[in-house]
Nanobody, 116 residues
Framework: QVQLVESGGGLVQPGGSLRLSCAASGFTFSIYAMSWYRQGPGKERELVATITGAGTRTNYADSVKGRFTISRDNAKNTVHLQMNSLKPEDTAVYYC?????????WGQGTLVTVSL
């Protein structure tokens, strides 16, 4: 079955960086787009970034453009989110997402807290 396991969250000061990782299994990873979503306190879940199966195209939410970079390693079935210049408003639980055969799959989430 499809499994997504995130890691890399934590507490970071404003202006700092974190790198999230998502290990995927149970499907042919290289042919499916992968995404990162986040849900901040009291907010709805929002799409942060998406990368195509081959890794040739990416899309970002306006709020993270120029600060976050999504990438993938199809040999290792992993997807990453490099987050730089973090802001307090980036505080959220970050979720890895795969849309496989018209069904969304989610990881358990990893908490990112941006605070002094």
């Amino acid at each position: 079955q499809v499994q997504l396991v995130e890691s890399g969250g934590g507490l970071v000061q404003p202006g700092g960086s974190l790198r999230l990782s998502c290990a995927a299994s149970g499907f042919t990873f290289s042919i499916y787009a992968m995404s990162w979503y986040r849900q901040g306190p009291g907010k709805e879940r929002e799409l942060v970034a998406t990368i195509t199966g081959a890794g040739t195209r990416t899309n970002y939410a306006d709020s993270v453009k120029g600060r976050f970079t999504i990438s993938r390693d199809n040999a290792k079935n992993t997807v990453h989110l490099q987050m730089n210049s973090l802001k307090p408003e980036d505080t959220a639980v970050y979720y890895c997402n795969a849309l496989v055969q018209a069904r969304h799959y989610w990881g358990q989430g990893t908490l990112v807290t941006v605070s002094l």
